[in-house]
């Protein structure tokens, strides 16, 4: 089945406490996106890779970093937490040729930064 | 900035009524304008997409046209149905850009 797999789906956590929210796709997509989402703001994009070790960053990247490694993987990394990050995140992935692609999302990860 | 203004942000509607959700767009090189639906604790779901080169789409209850002089795009649904009740995103982008624009949602309510 094609997917879209985030993990944690929920953390609870404390400022300061280094974490990674992990994403995996199995679709052999090119590119692959994070986005938060906050209620009145909708999706807001945070870094989007367009291919392996291609990364570059949207609209709110302050606070977080990416890699892309592998093709399938796409992990966000919040070295330092703070409580404003708290929101409920989104990865998902497209493929990549000369034409937009829709995207396909992961089920989230609800994040809680104490 | 680019930016994606999206209204109006609750819509209540009775059973067998329809639906418009309006969007405008600053960007004048966007040429592709998806929409998501996001039922409560889900994730968002592609359910119907335009590029810049027709000015209408549709796929049985749901709709969109685009008016690109306007720089606006609209969701149209009819004959809604209490499981329509959801979030709806509109966004747009460009194909030389990976950035996805993103409306700040519709909350929509079918009332049964």
Same mark, same amino acid.
Not at chain 1, 26 to 29: A, F, G, I, T, V
Not at chain 2, 27 to 30: G, I, K, M, N, P
Not at chain 2, 79 to 85: G, L
């Given at each position: 089945e094609a997917q879209v797999t985030q993990n944690p789906r929920y953390l609870i956590t404390v400022t300061g406490k280094k974490l990674t929210v992990t994403c995996s796709q =199995?679709? =052999?997509?090119e590119y692959m996106s994070w986005y938060r989402q906050d209620p009145g703001l909708g999706l807001r994009q945070i870094y989007y890779s367009m291919n392996v070790e291609v990364t570059d960053k949207g609209d709110v990247p302050e606070g977080y970093k990416v890699s892309r490694k592998e093709k399938r993987n796409f992990p966000l990394i919040l070295e330092s937490p703070s409580p404003n990050q708290t929101s409920l995140y989104f990865c998902a992935s497209s493929l990549s040729d000369r034409f937009v692609q829709p995207q396909h999302f992961g089920d989230g990860t609800r994040l809680s930064i104490l | 900035g680019e930016n994606v203004e999206q209204h109006p942000s609750t819509l209540s509607v009775q059973e067998g009524d329809s639906a418009v959700i309006k969007c405008t767009y600053s *960007? @004048?090189? @966007?040429n592709y304008f998806p929409w998501y639906k996001q039922e409560l604790g889900k994730r968002p779901q592609l359910i119907i997409d335009i590029r810049s080169n027709v000015g209408e789409k549709k796929d049985q209850r749901i709709a969109v046209t685009l008016n690109k002089t306007a720089k606006h795009f609209s969701l149209h649904i009819t &004959?809604?149905?209490? &499981? *329509? @009740?959801a979030v709806y995103f509109c966004a747009a982008r460009r194909d030389s850009s990976y950035k996805l624009i993103f409306g700040s949602g519709t909350r929509l309510l079918v009332r049964p």
């Open positions: =199995n679709m =052999n997509h | *960007d @004048s090189a @966007s &004959e809604t149905q209490p &499981e *329509d @009740s």
